[in-house]
Antibody, heavy 116, light 113 residues
C-alpha cells in the first residue's frame, strides 16, 4: 500500500527555522517525484515545488523560489520542506504528494502555525 | 503559465441529483506525448485532497462510478451523476501537462441544499 506520512503539527515564532518531513512507503521512493503544496486557511491549493529523489532534481514555483528549500534523503525514503526564517504568512497546511506524470497519492498534511 | 478557471465556485445540490463542474485552461493541455494531463481532486472537510480522475476521464482506484470526467483541449467537466452526502467538499481541477509545474483551479464547493 502506497503511503505518504508527514510529520506532526508545528507551532513556531516568526524568525524561527523549521523542517517538515514526508516519508514514503509501499513503492520505489526513487522512482516518483514528491511535490509540496500549500493550503492557507480557507484557501485553495498552491504548488510550491517538487523533487525527484532518484537524482535530487528539484524545481520551485517562482512564488516560492528562495523562500523554502526542498530536499530528500533516499536512504530513508523521506522528503523535506524547510524554512530558514518563518513569517506569520507561512501559517498554512502543507501537503506532500507523489507524482509520475500526475499526482496520485497525498500525505495527510502538516499544519504549521507561526505566531508571536 | 497556465491558468485554470473553474465554474461555478459554489454548487448547492439536492441529494440524488446530478452536479457538474467546469474547468477551463488558458492554453491547451495536450502534451507533446499526446496525453492530456488534466486531473480532478476531491477535498472533503478536514481531509487532504484525493485523486478522483486523471487524464481527463480515468477514474482512480476506488472512486465510485458516479464520478465521470470529460473534455478536451482547454475545456473539461467533472460530473457527479447522483450526489451523495459523502460528496460534500471542494473539488479542484489541476494540470500536469507542464510537469513538473502543477497548476490548480480555484476550487468548487459542493454542498447539499
Amino acid at each position: 500500500e502506497v503511503q505518504l506520512v508527514q510529520s506532526g503539527a508545528e507551532v513556531k515564532k516568526p524568525g524561527e527555522s523549521l523542517k517538515i518531513s514526508c516519508k514514503g512507503s509501499g513503492y520505489s521512493f526513487t522512482s516518483y517525484w514528491i511535490g509540496w503544496v500549500r493550503q492557507m486557511p480557507g484557501k485553495g491549493l498552491e504548488w510550491m515545488g517538487i523533487i525527484y529523489p532518484g537524482d535530487s532534481d528539484t524545481r520551485y514555483s517562482p512564488s516560492f523560489q528562495g523562500q523554502v528549500t526542498i530536499s530528500a534523503d533516499k536512504s530513508i525514503s523521506t522528503a523535506y520542506l524547510q524554512w530558514s526564517s518563518l513569517k506569520a504568512s507561512d501559517t498554512a497546511m502543507y501537503y506532500c504528494a507523489r507524482a509520475q506524470d500526475e499526482i496520485d497519492y497525498w500525505g495527510q498534511g502538516t499544519l504549521v502555525t507561526v505566531s508571536s | 503559465d497556465i491558468v485554470m478557471t473553474q465554474t461555478p465556485l459554489s454548487s448547492p445540490v439536492t441529494l440524488g441529483q446530478p452536479a457538474s463542474i467546469s474547468c477551463r485552461s488558458s492554453q491547451s493541455l495536450v502534451h507533446s506525448d499526446g496525453n492530456t494531463y488534466l486531473s480532478w481532486l476531491q477535498q472533503r472537510p478536514g481531509q487532504p485532497p484525493r485523486l478522483l480522475i486523471y487524464k481527463i476521464s480515468n477514474r482512480f482506484s476506488g472512486v465510485p462510478d458516479r464520478f465521470s470526467g470529460s473534455g478536451a483541449g482547454t475545456d473539461f467537466t467533472l460530473k457527479i451523476s447522483r450526489v451523495e452526502a459523502e460528496d460534500v467538499g471542494v473539488y479542484y481541477c489541476m494540470q500536469a501537462t507542464q510537469f513538473p509545474t502543477w497548476t490548480f483551479g480555484q476550487g468548487t464547493k459542493v454542498e447539499i441544499k
